[in-house]
């Protein structure tokens, strides 16, 4: 035998030498969810380690995983039922939890990196990310909502406006709102390819942000497809998104890797809530082992060509030292 690729994994030090794909704190964002009221850190029962946490609490919180190296993090935001309705005029209203949330922590921790989710779910009294008619979700009447939210977050001092919704246009339209009124410099990380998933269900236990009726497969892409990924994050590309995402990350790493292939944008990947759940409850089951099976996930993500992971294990990671 000519070759045996055995020999350059018989150490430790060759194993390394030789890797080829690598997790870094620079490339995690962590989502973190905000509730109003005081002194509040509630774990999401479906998600052990992950809490809402209001303002104060919040800050807190960046503040630890700062110090870790982890400077990156997506707020979602858990709206009481009573200031939800069918336009979500909660997501534009300068006093709302979320726009205080942002100007929160810019001020405290300017250098750190404020994503901001863009969607009407949270605030949609129909619990859908967009403006619903006749059980229809209408598209373009939707686009104006988005706009406004993405202005408020903008004004708010977010660094990176994140569209979750998946409305047709809604990067072209947001780019636009955004330039007109002097944001040029403000992000958009699009949610490009994101799947009809059923690997949403504990997050949206933590907003109670669930659709009041129907699912959301108008909007959300079809699991079975994959080259239809490639419309989307073209279009985003074309309308001015400066990453495109695909969500969830583990049923879809084949649709990281042709987007990777297909742009020089950098590609993100999400990580999600059931993904997150899973490990999590095999783990306190005694049936994986935690360190090993959350590292695999991560670099797995990574080598199929995500440059960055929103991902629940963020902080645990860097924490731990697991990387
Ligand atoms: C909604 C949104 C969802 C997630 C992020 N933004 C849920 C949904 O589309 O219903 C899911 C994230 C996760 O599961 O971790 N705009």
Known sequence: MLQRPRRNRKSEVIRQMVQETHVSAANLIFPLFIVDGENQKTEVASMPGIFRYSIDNLLREVESCMKLGLNS??????????????????????????????RAVKKEFPEACVITDVA?????????????????????????????????????????IAPSDMMDGRVGYIREVLDDNGFTGVSIMSYSAKYASAFYGPFRDALNSAPKFGDKKTYQMNPANQREALIEARLDEAEGADFLMVKPALSYLDVIKLIKDDTELPVAAYNVSGEYAMIKAAVQKGWLNEQRATTEVLTSIRRAGATAILTYHAKEVLLNKWL
Request: aromatic share 8%.
């Open 120 to 160: 009407m779910d949270p605030y949609s009294s129909d619990g859908h990310d967009g403006i619903v008619e006749n059980g229809q979700i209408l598209n373009d009447e939707t686009l104006e909502v988005l706009g406004k939210m993405a202005l408020a977050h903008a004004r708010s001092g977010a660094d990176i």
């Open 73 to 102: 993090f997506d707020l979602f935001p858990n709206i009481d039922e009573a200031l939800k309705d069918k336009f979500a005029t909660e997501s534009h209203r300068d006093e709302s939890l979320y726009l205080r949330a942002i």
